[in-house]
């Protein structure tokens, strides 16, 4: 994975819990600032050390920080240097959802070395709507939770997400409805 994403989850950390934890995170996880240049490519045990030492000295479980680090990434990701991307990536959630295997092949060809998941919007309707997430990466599926979880908060949905795992893939089934008041 890149640099970006540690930096995201240092960032996450540093607001939520305060820079002294961080620190332990990164004893816990043997990194170093070497490994928080956004544009590199590293490792993903690197990554995941990062997310087993925020579980660890935060108490979450790993998939309570996968899932928090999902919605936090959308909030990232829209503010750091493919929020242009994400702006045109569609103006509800299932044009966000048809658009997103497009908004990664435009984030490839920025970051050449990235693995990055498939997306297919299988079928919707104006209750909800069925995702099938495809990824090299297993164990990333609360990951995905948290995602979508941020992009109901981006479009100002409120729902619900069940995972029913299908082989080397896995299908999002979301209900939502419009917040109250928007």
Not at 7 to 16: C, G
Not at 35 to 57: E, K, L, N, Q, W
Not at 93 to 99: E, M, N, Y
């Amino acid at each position: 994975m890149y640099g970006m994403i540690h930096r995201a989850a240092r960032q996450m950390v540093t607001e939520k819990f305060g820079a002294p934890l961080w620190a332990r995170v990164e004893t816990e996880a043997a990194t170093s600032e070497d490994h928080f240049i956004s544009g590199a490519p590293y490792s993903d045990d690197i990554t995941f050390a990062v997310i087993r030492a925020v579980a660890t000295v935060t108490g979450l479980t790993t998939d309570e920080v996968l899932r928090a680090f999902g919605q936090y990434w959308i909030h990232f990701a829209g503010e750091s240097a493919f929020a242009s991307v994400m702006n045109m990536a569609g103006d509800d959630l299932p044009g966000f959802i048809r658009q997103l295997d497009r908004m990664h092949r435009s984030i490839q060809a920025a970051l050449p070395d990235a693995v990055l998941p498939e997306f297919e919007l299988v079928a919707h309707d104006e209750r909800g709507l069925v995702v099938r997430y495809r990824s090299e990466r297993s164990g990333l599926e609360e990951f995905v939770v948290g995602l979508l979880e941020g992009l109901l908060y981006r479009f100002d949905l409120t729902g619900s997400i069940r995972t029913i795992p299908e082989g080397d893939s896995a299908r999002f089934e979301i209900t939502y409805s419009q917040t109250q008041g928007s």
